[in-house]
C-alpha cells in the first residue's frame, strides 16, 4: 500500500470533508482516506498499481474541489498556506465591506430616519434607488463567487455543503429582488429589496471566515515555534577556515562549529569542546545539559558559553527536530474517532436544513397565506443560519491545541486518535528495566565458588561484553572497574530469555538466570542461600557455570527513578490499574513491586509473552497503555491501544510507539492524560454548543415564535449568528492553553 498526502482547496465545513472522504472511499484499492478540514491536508492509504495520483485529484475535482500532491517544503507549509489565505481573504472582505457599508447605509437609512440624497431616496426616486443597490450589490456577489462555483458544483454533484447553503440562500434573495427591479421599471411599485441582505450576509460570512482563520492559525503556534528553532545558516569548517552556508547545503560528515550563543543548526556528535545547551525547546526539560566530546547535540537547541565542532550526522529534513514537526503535523492530521460523530452528522444536515427552508417557505405562503416576502424571509434565514462550520471545526482545532500543548512538554502524539484514546486507558503496563528503574543497573553482589572472584569476573565480563543488555553492560563496567583483561569467546549464541552460551579455550560456559541453569542440569543447591539473599533484595541474579559446575553468582541492582514511585502512586489516584512486566525473577520483581505498590506482576516473562499478556488484558476489556523503552517491549507496545515509548528508549521501540515522552520524565505521563482529558473535554464542549446551536436556532429561523411573539430572525442577523458560532468554537478550543495540568 502507499501512502500520500494531498492539499485540498475549497472545503468550507464538516460536510465538505465528508463529501472529500466519500468520493475517495469509494475508488478501487482505498484502503482508507482520511481528511482534515483544519490542516486542508488528506491522507490516502491505496494500491499505487491499480489507481493513480491523477485518478485521485479528479476524483476530488469531481466533488467539487481541487487537489494537488502535498510538498513538503517551506512554500507548501501550513505556515504559508494560511498566509496566502489570510491576505487573500482580507482582500476579499476589505472590498465587500467597501460595497456593502454604502448599500446597507442607503437601504437602511430611511428606516432609521438617517439623511439620504433626495436623488437617492426611495420615496421620490425608486427606479433610480434600485438600480444603485443592484450597482452595488454586484461586486459584493462578484468578489464571493467562489460560494456559487462551488456551492452550485457541490448541488449539482448531490454533495451539498456549507457554500451550498450560502449560494442558495444569496441567489433566492437576489433574483427575488432583481425580479422587483425590473418590474418597477415596468410600472410596479415594489417597495421591499433584498440586495441589502445578499451583500451583508455575503460580507458576514466572509468576516467570519476571516475571524476563524486567525483563530486557527494560532492553534498551529506548536509547529510555527518548533519551525523558528531551525537554523537558515551553518558555520563549516573546511582546510583550516571557517565558512557560513546555508542549512540545505550542508552534507554528512562535514564540521560544523557553534559559537556561544548560537543556535545549533543540525544533529551530530561533538568532535571537540565543552559546554551545556538549553534543549528545553525539544524536550521541555529546563535546566541545560552539560556536552562534551561524544555527545550528541540536535538541531534547535541553543548552545551556552562554550564553542563547540562537532560532526553532521544528520541533514535538516532528517534532523530530531524535523522528525518533531513532522510527528505532530502527523498527529493533526489524523482524525479521533469522536471526529465521526461530527461528520455523520454532517453528512445529512445540509440535505436536511435544505428541506427544511424549503418546507418553511411553503407553509408561510401556502398554508398560513403571508406574503411571498415574509416566506422568503423565512427560507432564506434557514438556509444561512444553518451552516455547519462550527462541527466541521470541533474536532480539529481542538486536536491541533492539544497536540501543540503536549509538543510543547516533549509529549509526541504519532497519531491524532492516541489523544482521544489515551483518555479512555483503564490499565498502565510497565516495563521494569529502564522504565520504572533506571536501566543502568550495577553489580552489588559477586559469590564464587570454586574459583577467585577476579577470574570468575573475567569470564563472565568476557561473554557480557558481546551483549547490548543492560544487566550486561553493568558486569562489563564492574571489570573495566577491576582493570581486568577480557578473554576471546567463541561460539556465542544468545538464548533470549534464559541468557548465554559460548566457549573458552575447551570450556563451554552457561550464564543466565536460574531457569536456564535447571533446563540444562546444572546444580545450583550450594548457592539457594546467596540466591534467595539477591532476590529478596531486588537484585537480578546471574549465574555464571564451567564445564556444567556452577561457578559463581551475581546480583546486579537497578535502581527505581525517582519519580516513579510519584508516578504510580497519582496513577492509582487516578483510578488506574497498574501491572508490571519483566523478565527478572519473581522475587526481584516482588521487591521493586512492593516498594511501589504495584499489586499485578508478571516476572520472568519473554518478549512474546509480553505481547500475550497485553493481549489477554485486552480481551478482559480493559483499555491498556503500555509504557516501555526496549526493543523487547515493541511487540507489547503494537499490541496496546496506546503504546508509549521513553525517548530515551531504542530506536524500534520509539517506533512501535503511539505516543513518544522525549524526556526521560515518567510525571509527563501524568501530564500526557491531563492533556488527553481536557481535548477530550474541549472536543465535547465544541460538539456541544455547535449542536446546540443549531438545535436552538433553527426552529427560531423558520419562524417558530413568529405567532407567539411577532419574532422573525432577519437573514442578516442569521448570518452574523452562523459566523459567531464558528469564531466561539475555534476560542473555546484555544481556551486549553491557559487551563491548568
Not at 509473552?609 to 485486552?618: G, H, P
Amino acid at each position: 500500500m502507499t501512502k500520500d498526502i494531498f492539499l485540498i482547496s475549497g472545503m468550507t465545513c464538516a460536510s465538505c470533508v465528508v463529501n472529500v472522504e466519500n468520493s475517495i472511499k469509494k475508488m478501487e484499492s482505498v484502503d482508507n482516506v482520511v481528511v482534515n478540514l483544519t490542516t486542508e491536508k488528506m491522507i490516502v492509504n491505496y494500491d499505487e498499481t491499480v489507481l493513480s495520483k491523477n485518478e485521485i485529484i479528479s476524483a476530488v475535482q469531481r466533488a467539487g474541489y481541487d487537489a494537488k500532491l502535498f510538498c513538503d517544503d517551506k512554500s507548501d507549509s501550513l505556515e504559508h498556506r494560511e498566509k496566502r489565505k489570510i491576505q487573500a481573504l482580507k482582500k476579499r472582505l476589505v472590498g465587500s465591506i467597501i460595497f456593502t457599508i454604502p448599500l446597507f447605509y442607503l437601504s437602511m437609512g430611511s428606516m432609521l430616519s438617517m439623511p439620504i440624497p433626495l436623488f437617492l431616496s426611495p420615496e421620490k426616486n425608486i427606479v433610480f434607488f434600485s438600480l444603485v443597490l443592484l450597482l452595488l450589490t454586484i461586486p459584493v456577489v462578484f468578489l464571493n463567487h467562489h460560494f456559487y462555483t462551488n456551492g452550485f458544483r457541490a448541488l449539482i454533484t448531490l454533495r451539498a455543503n456549507m457554500d451550498s447553503l450560502v449560494a442558495l440562500a444569496t441567489t433566492a434573495a437576489f433574483l427575488y429582488s432583481l425580479y422587483s427591479t425590473v418590474t418597477i421599471y415596468q410600472g410596479y411599485i415594489h417597495s421591499h429589496f433584498y440586495y441589502e441582505s445578499v451583500a451583508v450576509i455575503l460580507t458576514l460570512v466572509t468576516l467570519g471566515k476571516y475571524l476563524e482563520l486567525l483563530s486557527r492559525g494560532k492553534t498551529s503556534q506548536a509547529i510555527k515555534k518548533l519551525l523558528a528553532l531551525s537554523a537558515k545558516e551553518a558555520t563549516v569548517f573546511e582546510d583550516g577556515k571557517e565558512m557560513k552556508v546555508a542549512v540545505d547545503n550542508v552534507f554528512v560528515g562535514q564540521q560544523v562549529i557553534v559559537k556561544p550563543g548560537e543556535s545549533i543548526p543540525l544533529d551530530g556528535i561533538i568532535l571537540k569542546g565543552h559546554s551545556t545547551v538549553d534543549e528545553s525547546m525539544l524536550t521541555g526539560e529546563s535546566l541545560p545539559i552539560e556536552k562534551a566530546q561524544g555527545h550528541k547535540i540536535y538541531a534547535g537547541t541553543m548552545n551556552g558559553k562554550g564553542r563547540l565542532i562537532y560532526q553532521v550526522e544528520k541533514v535538516s529534513k532528517d534532523s530530531f527536530l524535523s522528525q518533531i514537526i513532522k510527528l505532530v503535523e502527523d498527529a493533526q492530521q489524523t482524525k479521533a474517532p469522536i471526529a465521526k460523530i461530527a461528520d455523520q452528522v454532517s453528512g445529512v444536515f445540509v440535505p436536511v436544513v435544505i428541506a427544511l427552508s424549503f418546507i418553511s417557505g411553503f407553509f408561510w405562503f401556502f398554508v398560513f397565506r403571508e406574503s411571498f416576502q415574509f416566506s422568503m424571509t423565512v427560507a432564506i434565514s434557514v438556509l444561512v443560519i444553518a451552516c455547519p462550520c462550527a462541527l466541521g471545526l470541533a474536532t480539529p482545532t481542538a486536536i491541533m491545541v492539544g497536540t501543540g500543548m503536549a509538543a510543547e512538554k516533549g509529549i509526541l502524539f504519532k497519531r491524532g486518535d492516541a489523544l482521544e484514546l489515551a483518555h479512555q486507558v483503564d490499565t498502565v503496563v510497565f516495563d521494569k528495566t529502564g522504565t520504572i528503574t533506571q536501566g543502568k543497573p550495577e553489580v552489588t553482589s559477586l559469590f564464587t565458588y570454586a574459583l577467585e572472584k577476579k577470574e570468575v569476573l573475567r569470564y563472565l565480563a568476557s561473554f557480557e561484553a558481546m551483549s547490548e543488555h543492560p544487566l550486561a553492560q553493568a558486569v562489563v563496567k564492574e571489570a573495566e572497574k577491576e582493570q581486568l583483561t577480557l578473554l576471546e569467546v567463541d561460539h556465542f549464541e544468545s538464548l533470549t530469555g534464559f541468557g548465554i552460551r559460548g566457549r573458552v579455550d575447551s570450556s563451554e560456559f552457561l550464564i543466565g538466570n536460574d531457569t536456564l541453569m535447571l533446563r540444562e542440569g546444572i546444580f545450583i543447591e550450594k548457592a539457594q542461600l546467596e540466591f534467595e539473599t539477591i532476590t529478596s533484595s531486588g537484585q537480578t541474579p546471574i549465574f555464571i557455570s564451567k564445564d556444567r559446575q556452577l561457578i559463581g553468582l551475581v546480583g546486579v541492582a537497578d535502581k527505581i527513578k525517582k519519580d516513579s514511585k510519584e508516578t504510580i502512586r497519582r496513577l492509582q489516584k487516578m483510578g488506574k490499574d497498574i501491572v508490571m512486566l519483566t523478565g527478572d525473577h519473581h522475587q526481584t520483581a516482588q521487591a521493586i513491586a512492593k516498594e511501589l505498590n504495584i499489586k499485578t506482576i508478571f516476572s520472568q516473562v519473554l518478549p512474546n509473552e509480553k505481547q500475550d499478556i497485553v493481549m489477554a488484558l485486552k480481551e478482559k476489556g480493559k483499555k491498556i497503555a503500555m509504557v516501555g523503552d526496549g526493543i523487547n517491549d515493541a511487540p507489547a507496545l503494537v499490541t496496546a491501544d496506546i503504546g508509549i515509548a521513553l525517548g530515551s528508549g531504542t530506536d524500534i521501540a520509539i517506533e512501535s510507539a503511539d505516543i513518544i515522552l522525549v524526556r526521560p520524565n515518567m510525571l509527563d505521563l501524568i501530564t500526557l492524560l491531563d492533556i488527553s482529558r481536557l481535548t477530550i473535554k474541549t472536543i465535547k464542549e465544541n460538539l456541544f454548543w455547535a449542536f446546540i446551536y443549531n438545535v436552538l436556532m433553527i426552529p427560531i429561523a423558520m419562524g417558530i415564535f413568529y405567532g407567539i411573539s411577532g419574532l422573525l430572525l432577519d437573514p442578516m442577523l442569521a448570518g452574523l449568528a452562523m459566523s459567531f458560532s464558528s469564531v466561539s468554537v475555534v476560542l473555546n478550543a484555544l481556551r486549553l492553553k491557559s487551563r491548568k495540568l
